[in-house]
Every structure is written in C-alpha cells, then in structure tokens.
C-alpha cells in the first residue's frame, strides 16, 4: 500500500473518531438542557411547598404586631397595597399580582409590565373588593389602612401582612423590613445578604462624610409656590441630612411637615437649604422657587444661605418613602452634598 492511500485512510480514521466525539459532545449538551431545567422547577416547587414564615420587625410589634404571619405555600399571588415595600419584594422575586400606582414613582420596567396597578393613593374612593376579586393568597398592606380594609380581608380568608407605610417611613424601619423579608422570602442565605448589602455600604459611606456636616444646620422646605412647608427632622429630605450629621432648624415632634412661619422663618441661620417639590426633575423645582424668591426678593434673601447661593434642589422622588429605593435616594443624596461642599 502506498503512501498516498495510508495517508487518505489515517485521514477518515481522525475524521470519523472526531466526528464522533463532536456528535457525543452535542448529544450530551442536548440531553443536559432538560435535566437543569428539569432541576430548576424541582427546586421551584420545593421552595413553593416549604411554605413562609414572616416576622414583624421591632418597631411594628411596638405597634401591637406580634403574631407571626405563617404561610402553607409559599405566596404565587401577592398583592402588596403599599408602595414601601414592593422594591424589596421584586428583588426577591416575589410573585406580585398588584402594586400601588407609582406616581412620582418609576417602577422597574418588567415589574411595571407584569402587574395591575392599584388606585391607593384616594382611599376614599379604594374599594377593597378590587384586591379580593384578584384572588391573592397574600396581601400586603400598611398599618394604617388595617381599620379601613382589614376586616374585609380577613372575612374573605385572605392572609394580611401589616407594614410601617405612610407619607415618610424612617430609614432604620425600611431596613429592619426589608430583614424580615429578606429571612421570610430569599432563595437562600447569599440571597438574603445580597439584599442587605445596600444597606451595609450605605452606611460605610454616611460614616465617612459624616464628620463634615457635624455642626451644620439645615432648612428643608416643601413647596408648592407660593405655598411653602418645612419638614422636621422625620421629614423625607430632612431625614437623609440628618442621617449625614446634619441638624435641623426647625423641630416639632408632633408631625414631620408644617406650614412655613415667615416670620419665625426669619431667626433661622441654616448653612444650607433644601428644597423639594411636585416636579418630577430637579431643575423644573429650581425654576419654580426661583421665581417665587424674586417676587420677594428682599425677604427671602434675608436668610443668608438663600442669599449665598447655598440651596440645592430635590425631584418629587424624594417627598415619599420608597423602600429600599431610599438607598439611591441617599447616595445620590450624598453626592450632590459632597459636590456642594466642594464648591464652596
């Protein structure tokens, strides 16, 4: 046999024993796809069928919440009734139904896409038959609409888990929430950390800057020109300047917001001033009280940090507590501090 011929069949040999590995190689791949996604919706079900068990945080057992909400089956229609603490619940992958309408609220797209929205805002005009007719096997809901909507829940056999909801929810109560939902809802213990993370660095960060604005005093002011309100230090806004070392001009422990003194407003000596509003971008808010200051502009440049040029400017994103949407509220909230002060 000649060389040409021992060459040709070494050549089909090779070819044939790759081929086959190349044809095994694919089968193997083909036949492994279903067994992960097989293995997927075992662990899914196991999950399901382990049921939930969820804790109320310290400061809601204050409230009177004490009893431990257990589930049979983990929930696949939930319907949360407050905006607090949806986010967390996405993050988790929680199964919701429903949310509240965002309003100055942007929801993530597929969240936003995958569920109906609720109409809470106008509680006078909310009928709690929407959310039975749904048909959830778990509703969400603030504290304080328990009196309003509760017993119809609780007539229709719906489980009800109760959360500090309102106007401003403080950042140490999103943070406890968000644990307890992190423990009752997450895949696993790295799940339940990741979450948690947030909160971890945030607060890393808040003690770095914090020395910086020991001593400093804020005025954070609410406005709908002509109209203006000055929030307290359990204010939305307020409280992230507190959280960041800063005092506030104005207490008052009965509410978070009041109307502004003009005259009072007047003793004020605030190093800084925030103001906050409807708009939903930052610069249209500046536009709006910019204007009203030049209409009385020897007023308002009686107080020395408006006259200065010391104000910054917040979007309706910062008026109401978003849940764990506080913690890109906060940072970028450090942000424009830091910037601020590096200017001056």
């Known amino acids: 046999m000649n060389r040409k011929i021992i060459g040709l069949l070494t050549m089909c040999m090779v070819g044939c024993v790759l081929g086959g590995c190349s044809r095994q190689e694919t089968s193997s791949q083909s036949a492994a ?15 399901e069928a382990q049921g939930v068990t969820i804790e109320y945080p310290q400061n809601m057992q204050e409230k009177g919440y004490t009893q431990t909400l257990q589930l049979e ?27 509240p309408e965002g309003g100055v609220t942007s929801w993530p797209e597929e969240l936003d896409a995958a569920t109906e929205k609720l ?21 969400v809901m603030g504290y ?41 809802f997450a895949a696993d213990q790295q799940a339940a950390d990741s979450l948690m ?51 506030n ?25 925030l103001c906050v509003g409807a708009s939903t971008q930052a610069e249209e808010h500046q536009k709006l009280m910019e204007e009203d200051f030049a209409k009385n502009s020897e007023y308002w440049n009686s107080i020395s940090a408006i006259a200065n040029g010391d104000i910054l400017y917040f979007p309706s994103s910062y008026i109401a507590s978003t849940g764990i949407g506080m913690l890109d509220n906060m940072n970028e909230f450090i942000d424009l501090i830091l910037e601020h002060q590096a200017e001056k």
């Open 249 to 273: 001009v104005y207490e008052n422990s009965e509410t978070s917001m009041a109307q502004l003194d003009l005259e009072t407003a007047l003793s004020y000596h605030p190093d800084l001033v």
């Open 144 to 184: 304080t609409s328990q009196e309003a909507y509760g017993q119809a829940l609780d007539d229709a056999g719906i489980p009800v888990y109760y959360v500090d909801a309102g106007h401003t929810v403080p950042y140490e109560s999103v943070k406890a929430q968000t644990q307890v939902l992190a423990d009752a």
């Open 73 to 99: 089956q983990m929930p696949q229609r939930v319907v949360v009734m407050t905006k607090a603490p949806v986010l967390a619940l996405h993050e988790l992958g929680v199964k919701m139904i429903a949310i």
């Open 119 to 139: 109409n809470t805002a106008m509680n006078s005009n909310f009928d709690i038959e929407t959310v039975i007719a749904l048909e959830p096997d778990l509703v």
């Open 33 to 47: 796809a279903p067994v992960q996604q097989e293995t997927q919706v075992q662990e899914e079900q196991v999950q």
């Open 197 to 247: 993370q947030g909160f971890v660095k945030l607060e890393e960060r808040l003690e770095e800057v914090q020395a910086d604005c020991k001593g400093k005093q804020v005025m954070v002011l609410q406005s709908s020109p002509p109209n203006h309100y000055i929030q307290t230090e359990s204010g939305t806004l307020a409280s992230m300047a507190a959280m960041m070392g800063f005092g």
